[in-house]
C-alpha cells in the first residue's frame, strides 16, 4: 500500500501504486466524423457517477456479441485548473459485485463509442444518447507530456474543450443538450449546424 499524502484540499489522499495517469485531449465535434456513421462498429456505455463522489460504474456492452464489461473507476485530477492529467484506477466486477454497488445514488450518462484512426492516433468519439442526444465529443491519448503539448486539434474538431468542466462526465451526468448549446454560444464557438441554431 502507498504512502497517505496530505493535499491542499487538506484531505489525506492514499498513494496507490495501482492508479495510472491518463493523458487526454478532449475536443467538441458537429458530428461523427468522416468515415463514421452511426451503424459503424461501436460499443455501447453506460456510466453511473456516484453522488459526491470521484467514483463511476461503468457498463460497456459490445451489441456485435452482446459481451458485457463492468468496471468500477476512481479518475480524478490532481490539478483542478488542469484536466488533460488525472489519475484513474480500475476494478473490473462480476455480475454480482455490479449489483451490490448499484444500489448507491448514481447519475447517468449513455452514449456510444466508435474508434477512429486518424494521422497515427486513435480517437475515441462518443456520441451522447438520452438527455445528452446531440452532443459529440473526441478524447485521444498520449503516452508523455510532449506528446500531449505539441498535439494540434484534428480538423474535425470544432473546439478543444479539455479544460473546460463542462463536458467531463461528472458534470455532463446532471445536464441536458440544452445545457451544452448554451454552453456553447457563451463559448463562442460558431457551428454549422445542430449545436448553434437548435
Same mark, same amino acid.
Request: aromatic content about 10%; hydrophobic content about 35%; glycine content about 6%.
Given at each position: 500500500?502507498?504512502?497517505?499524502?496530505?493535499?491542499?484540499?487538506?484531505?489525506?489522499?492514499?498513494?496507490?501504486?495501482?492508479?495510472?495517469?491518463?493523458?487526454?485531449? &478532449?475536443?467538441?465535434?458537429?458530428?461523427?466524423?468522416?468515415?463514421?456513421?452511426?451503424?459503424?462498429?461501436?460499443?455501447?456505455?453506460?456510466?453511473?457517477?456516484?453522488?459526491?463522489?470521484?467514483?463511476?460504474? &461503468?457498463?460497456?456492452?459490445?451489441?456485435?456479441?452482446?459481451?458485457?464489461?463492468?468496471?468500477?473507476?476512481?479518475?480524478?485530477?490532481?490539478?483542478?485548473?488542469?484536466?488533460?492529467?488525472?489519475?484513474?484506477?480500475?476494478?473490473?466486477?462480476?455480475?454480482?459485485?455490479?449489483?451490490?454497488?448499484?444500489?448507491?445514488?448514481?447519475?447517468?450518462? &449513455?452514449?456510444?463509442?466508435?474508434?477512429?484512426?486518424?494521422?497515427? &492516433?486513435?480517437?475515441?468519439?462518443?456520441?451522447?444518447?438520452?438527455?445528452?442526444?446531440?452532443?459529440?465529443?473526441?478524447?485521444?491519448?498520449?503516452?508523455?507530456?510532449?506528446?500531449?503539448?505539441?498535439?494540434?486539434?484534428?480538423?474535425?474538431?470544432?473546439?478543444?474543450?479539455?479544460?473546460?468542466?463542462?463536458?467531463?462526465?461528472?458534470?455532463?451526468?446532471?445536464?441536458?443538450?440544452?445545457?451544452?448549446?448554451?454552453?456553447?454560444?457563451?463559448?463562442?464557438?460558431?457551428?454549422?449546424?445542430?449545436?448553434?441554431?437548435?
Amino acid at each position: 500500500m502507498g504512502v497517505a499524502k496530505l493535499t491542499n484540499q487538506n484531505t489525506i489522499e492514499p498513494a496507490s501504486k495501482y492508479a495510472l495517469v491518463e493523458r487526454e485531449r &478532449r475536443y467538441l465535434l458537429e458530428d461523427l466524423p468522416e468515415g463514421l456513421n452511426r451503424a459503424s462498429d461501436h460499443f455501447q456505455i453506460t456510466d453511473n457517477y456516484i453522488s459526491g463522489t470521484r467514483l463511476r460504474l &461503468r457498463k460497456i456492452r459490445d451489441p456485435r456479441s452482446n459481451k458485457w464489461v463492468v468496471k468500477f473507476t476512481q479518475k480524478y485530477a490532481p490539478n483542478p485548473t488542469d484536466l488533460s492529467r488525472t489519475m484513474i484506477t480500475n476494478s473490473y466486477l462480476n455480475a454480482a459485485e455490479y449489483e451490490v454497488l448499484s444500489i448507491f445514488e448514481a447519475n447517468e450518462i &449513455r452514449k456510444n463509442r466508435y474508434s477512429l484512426d486518424f494521422e497515427g &492516433r486513435k480517437f475515441s468519439v462518443d456520441m451522447f444518447l438520452g438527455d445528452l442526444l446531440g452532443l459529440v465529443l473526441a478524447e485521444v491519448s498520449f503516452d508523455t507530456d510532449e506528446e500531449m503539448e505539441g498535439f494540434q486539434s484534428p480538423p474535425f474538431a470544432l473546439a478543444d474543450v479539455t479544460n473546460n468542466e463542462t463536458f467531463t462526465g461528472g458534470k455532463l451526468c446532471h445536464l441536458t443538450f440544452a445545457d451544452i448549446r448554451n454552453e456553447v454560444k457563451r463559448l463562442g464557438i460558431f457551428t454549422k449546424q445542430r449545436i448553434a441554431h437548435e
